[in-house]
């Protein structure tokens, strides 16, 4: 079983940066392509990035484009998500989801809550 772990998650301003870091552990086997996505109060979960396992594909949701920046982590099997310009609306809880193919999630971790007060 593979064990996600979000971190980084906060309190801040408007316009405010987090960095959010997701490192994976246990049965870990060879490289893996790895998601944030989030969820706010009272709305479904939604897409907010997506890494391949090289590092070389990107994918970002149009609202988040140009403010966040997907990347993996100096420890194989972690991965970071910058966030700079925070907006009240990037408010939710963060998710980190792993998987053998781009796009394609088989474990999922428990979240990290994000605030971006107005």
């Known amino acids: 079983q593979v064990r996600l772990v979000e971190s980084g998650g906060g309190l801040v301003q408007a316009g405010d940066s987090l960095n959010l870091s997701c490192a994976a552990s246990?049965?870990?086997?060879?490289?893996?392509?790895m998601g944030w996505f989030r969820r706010a109060p009272g709305k479904e979960r939604e897409f907010v990035s997506a890494i391949d396992s090289s590092g070389r594909d990107k994918d970002y949701a149009d609202s988040v484009k140009g403010r966040f920046t997907i990347s993996r982590g100096n420890a194989k099997n972690t991965w970071n998500l910058q966030m700079n310009s925070l907006k009240p609306e990037d408010t939710a809880v963060y998710y980190c989801a792993v998987g053998p193919y781009y796009k394609m999630y088989s474990n999922w971790g428990q979240g990290t809550q994000v605030t971006a007060s107005s």
């Open positions: 246990g049965q870990t086997s060879g490289s893996y392509a």
